[in-house]
Structure formats: C-alpha cells, structure tokens
C-alpha cells in the first residue's frame, strides 16, 4: 500500500480541523461517532492500532473509554505524531498509548499483532485499498476485527465536476473508492462478516452546520490564527464538501469485518 508522503495537514489545516471538529479530531462526529464504529467490538484488555492516528484525539479517546492493554498509533506525518505524543504524555497516557511515525507501505508490524485495528476517516489516503486491507488482514491476530470509517465515494467510474474539484480544493492526495471496492478489498483479504454502513445521510445534517461555523462564529478568531486567505479557502473547501454529500457522491461508510478464528 502506498500514501503521499509529506507534511499534508500542516498547523494551519490542524487549527481550522480541530476548531469545527474538536481538539484532536480532524473528521466529524467526536466521540459519539467512535462509540458507532466500535459499538459492539471487545477492546478491553486487548492491544489495538489505529491506522492514520492524527493528533492522537481519537486514540485517547479510545484509551480512556474502552481500556484496552495497549493502543499503537500510526501516521506517515511526524508532526501529527509529536503532537499526539505530547498530549498523551499531559494525560498520563504514555504507558498505554504508544504513537509511531511510519514510512509509507507495509505495516511494521509481525503477523498477528493486534487484537483489532480502528481507523477513522484516514483510510481514504491509501490509493490501493487491496493492499491496504491485505495488510491490515497480516497484523490481525486470528478472529481479530476491524472497525473503521472513510470517506468514500458513490462510484468507481467518472467522477462528476463537483467532486473533482472537491478533491482538488481539499489537495490532500485523495485515493477515493466506493464502498463496493472496499467491501472486495476485505472480502479479497480473507474478511469475513464484511458489514458497511452508510453515514451520508448522517453528515448531510452536520456539515450545513459547519459552514456555518465557519462562515460565522469561528471566523474571526481562525482569521487571526491562520489568515483571512487561508480561512476563505477552507470556507470554499467547505462549500464544494456540502455539495458533493448532499449530492450522494461523498458518502462516509462505517466498515466492519472479522479475521476467521481458525
């Protein structure tokens, strides 16, 4: 598997994510939305990786909330690594938290490894999603599960104007597929009880709202954070988001699927 390697969500882009999505989150729904993903799935006491880790908000969250033996989070960008790593240390966490920056392709990991893999909205970064999921199927400890959710799109064919230029203005190395590529891609692996669950109708009541945090409350203090250009561009991006999920053509899909025990 491969991802673009380099400083993609860089200290601006953290600030504007994590004002309209919550300090160490940089996708929607906060931790009423992980409880989903994860809903049902055993983690206590169990060793977990989180695949595109971030600033490490969602693995704390994880941590304190399902008490898992260890949980290791990885991301390709050093600087989201360092400020995961610090806010895990302020919390007291280092001892189950453990955040590592990766180079892009193979998981570092011996077979086996973990008990679950959780990854949230990040997944989208990985063009080739067979080799992703093969990968993620090599470092499950048999019977393990992953329980992950992504931004995918409607089809695996043309893409229509608006949702070209939505990923031209986001810029961030988009390998978009649709849930029945990724649903393949697991089942390809060896996954079974492959289970998808489409959000879209979910964040299409959402993101109205965050434009207009964006657009009101929030912009005069980004502005003085990260200027009014930067600002004005995130508000496009926005803009171009609501589109192509009121359209259908962004549908973020919870996955769910399981190693065979035997």
């Known amino acids: 598997m491969s991802l673009e390697q380099g400083q993609e969500y860089d200290d601006a882009m953290v600030s504007v994510l994590e004002q309209v999505w919550g300090e160490g989150y940089l996708s929607p729904g906060g931790p009423d939305e992980i409880r989903e993903i994860v809903d049902g799935v055993e983690l206590s006491g169990r060793t977990v990786l989180d695949i595109g880790c971030g600033t490490g908000g969602i693995s704390q969250f994880l941590a304190e909330t399902y008490s898992p033996d260890e ?36 998981l570092p990991f011996e077979d086996g490894s973990f008990d679950a893999v959780f990854s949230k909205d990040a997944m989208i970064h990985i063009a080739d999603k067979e080799a992703l999921f093969a990968e993620v199927f090599r470092v499950l400890a048999p019977g393990g599960v992953v329980a992950a959710c992504d931004w995918m799109s409607s089809t695996d064919g043309l893409f229509s104007a608006e949702l070209k230029r939505y990923i031209e203005l986001e810029d961030l190395g988009f390998g978009m597929a649709s849930p029945a590529r990724y649903r393949d891609a697991m089942a390809s692996a060896g996954f079974e009880d492959i289970l998808m669950t489409d959000r879209n109708a979910w964040y299409k009541e959402i993101v109205p709202k965050e434009c207009e945090a964006l657009e009101g409350p929030l912009y005069e203090k980004l502005t ?15 803009r171009a988001l609501k589109l192509v999920v009121d359209r259908g053509e962004l549908r973020p899909t919870h996955m769910r699927a399981r190693k065979p025990a035997g």
């Open 71 to 106: 949980l290791v989070g990885i991301d390709v960008e050093a600087g989201l690594i360092d400020l995961a790593t610090g806010r895990a240390k302020q919390l007291g966490l280092e001892n189950q938290l453990k955040f590592i920056c990766v180079e892009p392709g193979p």
């Open 224 to 238: 003085a954070t990260v200027g009014r250009d930067y600002i004005d561009h995130s508000i496009e991006v926005w």
